[in-house]
């Protein structure tokens, strides 16, 4: 199947600053990706949808100033935790769909492995 | 976006059949049925996914009545390594405003 990857794996910030999370659909063009935060013990949940080329667009009670994602490239979404604060820990997940054609991919999300962030 | 119902937990002794249920009483006509599976602190992975039917892999088997409202994950022969939290998601992927959400998901224990 097809590749996603985040980097980093995980990640201790402190208090304050500001992270970047990666997500590279790697074999493939990723003109849709997700983003998701999941706490411990719970589901994930969508926190925004970005379109290459476009804004993202949020769920209900994601702060899209705090939480900046940037789906530059086919290939690469970004996001930015600023002003990152405790409450702020948790993992975080992308997923990206191929929609450029193919029938399996036209059908099929694709996740990254997640990213720990802690924030100290 | 139809909203999925599974069940919180299921245990299972290793080598035994596991069916686990989701329920998706308002499924549309072009959604499909996809089940995850996810390991502590990983991203989800796909195990199946289904139309109609039914529709088997090297890993799990998909029922799916015909009034699409509910599917079966059918796991056989469940190992300890089968231990994880399964997700039902219904959606239609190949359009261009469907939202991938996660239910509850079912964290399935095998035990020895």
């Known amino acids: 199947g097809a590749v996603v990857s985040q980097h980093p794996s995980w990640v201790i910030c402190k208090s304050g600053t500001s992270v970047k999370i990666e997500c590279r659909s790697l074999?493939?063009?990723?003109?849709?990706m997700f983003w998701y935060r999941q706490f411990p013990k719970q589901s994930l949940m969508l926190m925004a949808t970005?379109?290459?080329?476009?804004?993202?667009?949020?769920e209900q009670g994601v702060e899209k100033d705090k939480f900046l994602i940037n789906h530059a490239s086919l290939t690469l979404s970004t996001l930015t935790v600023t002003s990152a604060h405790p409450e702020d820990s948790s993992f975080y997940i992308c997923?990206?769909?191929?929609?450029?054609?193919?029938?399996?991919?036209?059908?099929?999300?694709?996740f990254g492995q997640g990213t720990r962030l802690t924030v100290v | 976006l139809a909203k999925t119902t599974q069940p919180i937990s299921m245990d299972s002794y290793e080598g035994q059949e596991v069916n686990i249920t989701c329920s998706h009483n308002n499924i549309a006509t072009n959604d499909y049925i996809t089940w995850y599976q996810q390991f502590p602190s990983q991203g989800p992975r796909f195990i199946i996914q289904g139309y109609k039917t039914k529709v088997t892999n090297e890993v799990a088997s998909l029922f799916i009545p015909a009034d699409r409202k509910s599917s079966t994950l059918s796991l056989p022969r469940v190992s300890l390594s089968d231990t994880a939290v399964y997700y039902c998601l219904v959606a239609w992927f190949a359009g261009t405003a469907s939202k991938l959400t996660f239910g509850t998901g079912t964290r399935l224990q095998v035990t020895l």
């Open positions: 997923s990206a769909r191929d929609r450029t054609g193919g029938s399996l991919r036209d059908t099929e999300a694709f």
């Open positions: 074999d493939f063009q990723a003109t849709t």
């Open positions: 970005s379109n290459e080329g476009s804004k993202a667009t949020y």
